[in-house]
C-alpha cells in the first residue's frame, strides 16, 4: 500500500467515526484499521526521513543531520540546509 493510499483511507476512517453513525462494533473495527494505518503511515515516514538524511559528524564530535545528496547533484556552500542536533 502507497503511503498516499493510506493516508487517504485514515481520512476517510476519522470521518466516518466523527459522523457517529456506525454501531459499536463497525466503529471499533475501523478504529483498529486506523490505528494499524497510522501506524503504517508514520513507519514510511520515518523510512523515508533516514532515506533522505544522512547523520554525519562535524569536527567536534557532535551529529549533525544534512540532506542525502545523490554523487554529482550536491549543493556547494554554505547554508546548504544542514541541521544541528
Do not use: Y
Request: proline share 4%; charged share 40%.
Amino acid at each position: 500500500m502507497k503511503f498516499e493510499e493510506a493516508l487517504a483511507r485514515l481520512e476517510t476512517i476519522v470521518a466516518e467515526l466523527e459522523r457517529g453513525e456506525l454501531p459499536l462494533e463497525d466503529s471499533m473495527r475501523i478504529f483498529e484499521e486506523g490505528i494499524k494505518l497510522s501506524k503504517v503511515c508514520l513507519k514510511m515516514l520515518d523510512d523515508a526521513e533516514h532515506r533522505v538524511e544522512i547523520l554525519v559528524k562535524d569536527k567536534d564530535g557532535r551529529k549533525r543531520a544534512r540532506p542525502f545528496e545523490l554523487e554529482g547533484h550536491a549543493e556547494a556552500g554554505p547554508g546548504n540546509g544542514d541541521v544541528e542536533d
